[in-house]
């Protein structure tokens, strides 16, 4: 993994992951918040990119009114709520290895009443939550 020492994240890094997983899965189970916070750990660990490139890109392709709610300035200024409390907690599992992945493995994933482009040829490995989730 590019950017950290054996796997370590800082703190920013932690909550940026966290936001994307909140604003990804947020109305998702702590089943699916886990299994979008293990896809971010399978790209962030098979990256050669910085965590930070990877985090942004996923903030790039959420919709306007989610990308607000992972940029690093909003999160550091965020309430702790209910929700952003699961979603850390799921990252936290994850990067622990205190929970399996769901996923198998996974990379990317996209909310099941939608196909992007990248996902027409491909079959998903899994459904969790509101998400079909792809291995690499």
Avoid: K
Wanted: net charge neutral.
């Amino acid at each position: 993994m590019h950017g950290t020492d054996a796997g370590l994240l800082s703190i920013r890094e932690v909550l940026a992951i966290a936001g994307v997983v909140d604003a990804v899965a947020g109305a998702d189970s702590d089943a699916g918040r886990l299994a979008v916070a293990w896809t971010i750990r399978n790209r962030v660990h098979g990256s050669s990119q910085p965590v930070a490139a990877v985090v942004g890109g996923l903030c790039r392709d959420l919709p306007a009114d989610a990308r607000c709610r992972c940029s690093p300035a909003a999160l550091l200024d965020r309430r702790c709520d209910d929700g952003f409390c699961r979603s850390l907690a799921q990252v936290a599992l994850a990067w622990a290895d205190a929970a399996p992945d769901p996923t198998d493995g996974a990379w990317r994933f996209h909310r099941h009443d939608r196909l992007p482009d990248w996902a027409r040829d491909r079959s998903p490995t899994a459904l969790i939550g509101s998400h079909f989730f792809y291995a690499r």
